[in-house]
């Protein structure tokens, strides 16, 4: 199959290698010259597990290329996916400009029957509007066909080889047929292919990201009121997580939820819903609970050292928004490292992945360590913020001794408490 990828960013990336790896012919097409430059020469401009490999053997094997040239990929190509940006007005809504400025791109180059799938993002009725455009702009038959994307970040590629379900939002059996072809390499372990019509589909993508930040700021609260009755929330995460009915994923008490789906996807729900007069009374919950979750953590630090930080230096181990990748768009660091600066404080930051992506946001701001230990050294307490697999059985006696006072606030809950208090440490964490 000749597949276009019209966007070159995270979700088009992932999934141009990928189709590629399949044996179909890619060229992903970007408007960034100098990306594309980079691409070629197998330079990934993001941070994700595999996917360094997978374009690099895939450009080698001339099934994977980049382009600036839509019309050239448009003509060369029978399937063309949009996987451009989708992000978040100021109301809430996901802003359709570049979706539509592609659409129109697209049918002024088409020469034949394409399908056109919306891989990004994007709210209910936005096919219809895709479709408008190109009936508008070519006299050539077509089908727009929704397909959200489900990766996890940190482990996109593998998702997107051995996916749960593929959805396919068609209203019509030539494209469906077409979009069958496409994923069939990637299912045959049994995995399901769902068809729907468009509009539930681009419901699903938004309804699932939704129900899982449900689930994050559920136990967030849970563990807020275990702090106040003396419970523990992770041996209540254990006792509901058994249940085969509730699952043990995203039930981790914790800074709530960040990364470019959830908070816009959330909030993009919650304007369909205002926009059609329906009161989104959870999911606003919801997206509450997860902004209040770091005010919550600053103020566990505020309560021991009061408003007034400019005397203190805090180590912080973890900037992206969750581990394996370098991801901090609406990083719970961001806004706690924002907080603190105001109050006077000093930070020195370290992350495995991110550090490049902090220095563009922060700057000379803060400091940043070559490494963990060296973020401890002169610091007044550790502030443990991302997860990452290093930070999980550190040196705990090398800690004690860089840090001025032993002292940790961990908003990930990865250590023992028990242990942290008979090693001399005073140990701060969600839900205990």
């Excluded at 020469?41 to 382009?67: C, T």
């Excluded at 088409?110 to 919306?118: L, Q, T």
């Excluded at 699952?247 to 008490?253: D, E, M, R, V, Y």
């Excluded at 443990?384 to 999980?392: C, D, I, K, Q, V």
């Amino acid at each position: 199959m000749n597949i276009a990828v019209i966007g070159a960013g995270y979700v088009g990336l992932v999934a141009g290698a990928c189709f590629a790896d399949m044996g179909n012919n890619v060229i992903c097409v970007d408007n960034n010259e100098e990306k594309l430059l980079k691409l070629e020469k197998g330079l990934i401009p993001i941070y994700e597990p595999g996917l360094e490999e997978l374009v690099k053997a895939n450009v080698n094997e001339n099934r994977l290329s980049f382009s600036s040239n839509l019309d050239y990929a448009v003509k060369k190509s029978d399937v063309c996916f949009i996987a451009v940006g989708t992000p978040q007005g100021e109301d809430g809504s996901a802003d359709l400009q570049y979706v539509l400025t592609v659409a129109k791109q697209i049918a002024l180059s088409m020469d034949g029957y394409k399908v056109i799938v919306d891989k990004s993002t994007v709210p209910v009725g936005t096919a219809e509007k895709v479709a408008e455009i190109i009936k508008e702009n070519s006299k050539y038959d077509f089908d727009v066909v929704s397909n959200p994307e489900f990766l996890k970040q940190g482990n996109a590629v593998d998702d997107f080889l051995s996916p749960d379900r593929v959805v396919i939002g068609s209203n019509s059996d030539k494209a469906t047929v077409i979009m069958q072809e496409i994923y069939a390499p990637f299912l045959r372990t049994g995995n399901r292919v769902i068809v729907m019509d468009v509009k539930s589909a681009e419901m699903t993508k938004y309804a699932a990201n939704s129900f899982l930040a449900t689930k994050i700021s559920f136990m967030n609260e849970i563990a807020n009121l275990c702090e106040k009755v003396g419970a523990d929330a992770d041996m209540v995460r254990v006792g509901i997580s058994t249940d085969s009915r509730i699952g043990n994923k995203f039930l981790f008490p914790g800074l709530g939820y960040g990364g470019s789906c959830f908070p816009k996807d959330v909030k993009a729900l919650i304007k369909t819903g205002s926009d059609n007069g329906v009161d989104m009374s959870i999911i606003s919950a919801v997206d509450k609970t997860n902004k209040s979750q770091r005010k919550l953590f600053i103020e566990k630090i505020t309560k021991k050292y009061g408003n007034d930080l400019s005397n203190k230096t805090f180590a912080l181990w973890g900037l992206s928004f969750k581990p394996q990748t370098d991801d901090m768009r609406e990083a719970p660091s961001v806004t706690i490292i924002s907080e603190l600066l105001k109050m006077g404080a000093k930070i020195q930051a370290y992350d495995p992945k991110a550090m490049e992506i902090a220095k563009a946001i922060f700057k000379d701001k803060i400091t940043y360590a070559k490494n963990s230990y060296e973020a401890l050294v002169g610091a007044d307490a550790l502030l443990l913020l991302t997860e990452w697999r290093e930070f999980r059985r550190p040196d705990m006696e090398k800690i004690k001794n860089l840090l001025k006072t032993p002292v940790i606030f961990d908003g990930r809950n990865q250590y023992n408490p028990i242990r942290m208090e008979q090693m001399g440490f005073e140990y701060i964490c969600i839900g205990k």
